[in-house]
């Protein structure tokens, strides 16, 4: 890695041996002495936008202050600059295949390097050739790369190879997002009556899979599961009926067969088999479930009371356990269990400071193993739900005590990555520990039941990641479970980036300005029929679209509120670099507690302690500018 140039660095350096006292204001001579690093560092940052420079700027934390007060809009450009340089060349290193650099990528729309494809990938070639031209290509949706099927739509929504060229990234993506919709619109409300028809929905979402969002992938999949199994229960139903069937029990099947929702059709097949007296897992898995099949609020309230003290004595003794319970000794533990979408297995909120785990998956753990829902706070079937859901509560514990952090070091809430790092590198830490500590009870549980419950099933592939290849780890998180997640250095480039609220406050202004020099009968008719507020995810020309359907009443409020938010994003500019050392220190403790916990434990089994569990291969790297640790061989 580059260092500053010593002559940028003498610059600055105190006169003596001692540390030099901060000064009041920029003076003259500071001015005079910033100016030629100024010009240097522009030069290596902004016209060169090398990364290595940039994260050497960015770690010369003792030079961040002076640098600032010499001429704070110069620095700001250049600490701003210098993120994004930083965060985009560790997206090259980090994600591998098109689709994890596609999702990482949509999150950083803005970029000055992604609105224009063609020096991005004139930077990759000097800057990060590691990273394969192919593959860029086809994340920055260039019109070749795509396949036939979305050109096909992007075609009739207007779109031209020729004009696609020279668009932005973001643009393109806005483009994209509005020509799939009408083809996700049709799946997710689509139903099928026979396994051939789940399958050719399936194929259908495949040719346009990589493309969409990863909540819009999460629905999809929820939806297909419950095409799949009732399709199945359908043909199950019609061989266990046979040619001379109840006439209720077949008149119930026509109604199931004849939804047109597929929750409706599971709702239906469920009372179907529970009229045949048989069981239909599929149903019991994708279905409502029957009534004791559900747990109502005193039920939570008891499991959740009942997991907070098994968690508690079940971390005790381990590194990151007692570092988690040092914390609940100051702290509440306010564990609940409540439904919660597709996907989602735990959840820390920080606005009620409540941790939640899944309800749907200890109960669908519960049917799988033929029992109700009342036996989940039972004796064998609790101690399954405790082993099951302890190290997805570790994870979300983690995400507590990272607000903790934030509250008492007194630094702003960054949405980064490396918190989600942070979780998954001590819940998978915790694994390996608890594991070694008890293998015949908590090791041998979370080898045999991975089947049964996905709690198990992603916590044992996080623990073998870990143990496997410790190296990689980091990258592996980010690319396989968090692509779409953004970095410190993309945080603290955002701080800076006003462009958006900029852009939206202009366009306020405009349209209130269009209003005022209309006649008067005509403002008061656009009131009367303009609405109180908006509603639902908007793209910017949308949302642009949608400001002269507003009351002009909520236009001006609008207004205020952009206008405020602007200068308080201006104002907390000088506390970005701190801000910014911070999260960084954070996140190198984490990473030595958890080196310390693995160098702890006994070697490894050649072919890891979970069996089952999944290993992210990459190829040689550098090393990632950040935090995603040294660059080894696959």
Same mark, same amino acid.
């Given at each position: 890695?580059?260092?500053?140039?010593?002559?940028?660095?003498?610059?600055?350096?105190?006169?003596?041996?001692?540390?030099?006292?901060?000064?009041?204001?920029?003076?003259?001579?500071?001015?005079?002495? %910033?100016?030629?690093?100024?010009?240097?560092?522009?030069?290596?940052?902004?016209?060169?936008?090398?990364?290595?420079?940039?994260?050497?700027?960015?770690?010369?934390?003792?030079?961040?202050?002076?640098?600032?007060?010499?001429?704070?809009?110069?620095?700001?450009?250049?600490?701003?600059?210098?993120?994004?340089?930083?965060?985009?060349?560790?997206?090259?290193?980090?994600?591998?295949?098109?689709?994890?650099?596609?999702?990482?990528?949509?999150?950083?729309?803005?970029?000055?390097?992604?609105?224009?494809?063609?020096?991005?990938?004139?930077?990759?070639?000097?800057?990060?050739?590691?990273?394969?031209?192919?593959?860029?290509?086809?994340?920055?949706?260039?019109?070749?790369?795509?396949?036939?099927?979305?050109?096909?739509?992007?075609?009739?929504?207007?779109?031209?190879?020729?004009?696609?060229?020279?668009?932005?990234?973001?643009?393109?993506?806005?483009?994209?997002?509005?020509?799939?919709?009408?083809?996700?619109?049709?799946?997710?409300?689509?139903?099928?009556?026979?396994?051939?028809?789940?399958?050719?929905?399936?194929?259908?979402?495949?040719?346009?899979?990589?493309?969409?969002?990863?909540?819009?992938?999460?629905?999809?999949?929820?939806?297909?599961?419950?095409?799949?199994?009732?399709?199945? %229960?359908?043909?199950?139903?019609?061989?266990?009926?046979?040619?001379?069937?109840?006439?209720?029990?077949?008149?119930?099947?026509?109604?199931?067969?004849?939804?047109?929702?597929?929750?409706?059709?599971?709702?239906?097949?469920?009372?179907?088999?529970?009229?045949?007296?048989?069981?239909?897992?599929?149903?019991?898995?994708?279905?409502?479930?029957?009534?004791?099949?559900?747990?109502?609020?005193?039920?939570?309230?008891?499991?959740?009371?009942?997991?907070?003290?098994? &968690?508690?004595?079940?971390?005790?003794?381990? &590194?990151?356990?007692?570092?988690?319970?040092?914390?609940?000794?100051?702290?509440?533990?306010?564990?609940?269990?409540?439904?919660?979408?597709?996907?989602?297995?735990?959840?820390?909120?920080?606005?009620?400071?409540?941790?939640?785990?899944?309800?749907?998956?200890?109960?669908?753990?519960?049917?799988?193993?033929?029992?109700?829902?009342?036996?989940?706070?039972?004796?064998?079937?609790?101690?399954?739900?405790?082993?099951?859901?302890?190290?997805?509560?570790?994870?979300?514990?983690?995400?507590?005590?990272?607000?903790?952090?934030?509250?008492?070091?007194?630094?702003?809430?960054?949405?980064?990555?490396?918190?989600?790092?942070?979780?998954?590198?001590?819940?998978?830490?915790?694994?390996?520990?608890?594991?070694?500590?008890?293998?015949?009870?908590?090791?041998?549980?979370?080898?045999?039941?991975?089947?049964?419950?996905?709690?198990?099933?992603?916590?044992?592939?996080?623990?073998?990641?870990?143990?496997?290849?410790?190296?990689?780890?980091?990258?592996?998180?980010?690319?396989?479970?968090?692509?779409?997640?953004?970095?410190?250095?993309?945080?603290?480039?955002?701080?800076?980036?006003?462009?958006?609220?900029?852009?939206?406050?202009?366009?306020?202004?405009?349209?209130?300005?269009?209003?005022?020099?209309?006649?008067?009968?005509?403002?008061?008719?656009?009131?009367?029929?303009?609405?109180?507020?908006?509603?639902?995810?908007?793209?910017?020309?949308?949302?642009?679209?949608?400001?002269?359907?507003?009351?002009?009443?909520?236009?001006?409020?609008?207004?205020?509120?952009?206008?405020?938010?602007?200068?308080?994003?201006?104002?907390?500019?000088?506390?970005?670099?701190?801000?910014?050392?911070?999260?960084?220190?954070?996140?190198?403790?984490?990473?030595?507690?958890?080196?310390?916990?693995?160098?702890?434990?006994?070697?490894?089994?050649?072919?890891?302690?979970?069996?089952?569990?999944?290993?992210?291969?990459?190829?040689?790297?550098?090393?990632?500018?950040?935090?995603?640790?040294?660059?080894?061989?696959?």
């Amino acid at each position: 890695m580059r260092l500053l140039p010593l002559a940028a660095l003498l610059l600055l350096a105190p006169l003596s041996g001692r540390a030099a006292p901060p000064e009041p204001e920029a003076t003259p001579e500071l001015k005079a002495r %910033a100016a030629p690093l100024f010009a240097e560092l522009s030069k290596e940052i902004l016209t060169d936008r090398d990364p290595y420079a940039s994260k050497a700027f960015l770690d010369r934390t003792d030079s961040h202050e002076l640098l600032r007060k010499a001429d704070p809009q110069a620095f700001d450009r250049l600490f701003e600059g210098a993120s994004q340089l930083v965060d985009l060349h560790r997206v090259m290193v980090d994600h591998v295949n098109t689709t994890s650099l596609r999702e990482a990528l949509s999150k950083r729309e803005g970029y000055p390097l992604l609105e224009k494809p063609a020096e991005l990938l004139s930077w990759r070639k000097k800057y990060a050739d590691y990273q394969k031209e192919d593959t860029l290509r086809a994340a920055l949706l260039e019109w070749t790369t795509l396949p036939a099927e979305v050109r096909t739509a992007l075609t009739a929504a207007g779109k031209k190879p020729g004009e696609w060229a020279g668009t932005g990234y973001g643009a393109r993506s806005d483009a994209l997002e509005a020509a799939l919709n009408p083809a996700v619109d049709r799946l997710k409300g689509s139903v099928a009556r026979t396994p051939a028809e789940a399958k050719a929905l399936r194929d259908q979402a495949q040719k346009i899979w990589t493309y969409l969002d990863k909540d819009v992938k999460a629905a999809l999949l929820q939806h297909f599961e419950k095409t799949d199994a009732a399709s199945a %229960a359908l043909a199950d139903a019609e061989s266990k009926l046979g040619k001379n069937p109840d006439p209720a029990l077949a008149a119930k099947l026509a109604e199931a067969r004849k939804s047109g929702d597929v929750d409706g059709m599971l709702g239906k097949l469920g009372s179907l088999f529970d009229g045949m007296n048989v069981r239909n897992e599929a149903v019991e898995r994708a279905g409502p479930g029957r009534a004791d099949q559900r747990l109502d609020a005193a039920g939570r309230q008891a499991l959740s009371e009942m997991l907070v003290t098994g &968690v508690k004595r079940e971390m005790a003794g381990t &590194v990151v356990g007692e570092r988690l319970l040092r914390m609940y000794a100051k702290e509440p533990f306010n564990l609940v269990v409540k439904p919660m979408p597709a996907g989602i297995m735990g959840q820390y909120t920080a606005h009620d400071n409540v941790l939640a785990v899944s309800e749907d998956l200890l109960l669908r753990m519960a049917r799988e193993q033929g029992k109700s829902a009342g036996d989940l706070l039972k004796g064998e079937m609790f101690d399954r739900a405790l082993k099951s859901t302890l190290s997805t509560i570790v994870h979300e514990s983690v995400h507590q005590e990272q607000a903790v952090w934030r509250r008492d070091h007194k630094v702003p809430y960054w949405d980064v990555v490396e918190h989600e790092m942070e979780a998954k590198t001590l819940e998978a830490a915790f694994i390996l520990q608890k594991s070694a500590q008890d293998p015949k009870g908590y090791g041998k549980f979370m080898a045999e039941n991975q089947k049964s419950s996905v709690f198990v099933r992603e916590g044992a592939a996080l623990a073998n990641k870990m143990q496997r290849s410790p190296e990689t780890f980091r990258m592996s998180i980010q690319a396989d479970y968090y692509p779409a997640e953004v970095s410190i250095e993309a945080n603290a480039a955002r701080a800076y980036d006003n462009g958006v609220m900029t852009d939206m406050r202009d366009q306020l202004r405009a349209e209130l300005a269009r209003r005022a020099a209309l006649p008067r009968a005509q403002r008061t008719a656009l009131d009367a029929a303009g609405q109180a507020g908006l509603q639902g995810r908007f793209t910017r020309d949308t949302w642009v679209a949608a400001l002269p359907g507003l009351k002009e009443e909520t236009l001006r409020t609008m207004m205020g509120r952009q206008e405020q938010a602007l200068a308080a994003r201006t104002d907390a500019r000088a506390a970005v670099p701190r801000t910014y050392a911070e999260y960084r220190a954070r996140d190198a403790e984490t990473q030595a507690l958890a080196a310390g916990v693995l160098a702890s434990l006994s070697s490894p089994q050649p072919n890891g302690g979970f069996a089952g569990g999944s290993l992210t291969k990459t190829g040689f790297v550098p090393a990632p500018t950040g935090g995603g640790g040294p660059g080894k061989k696959k």
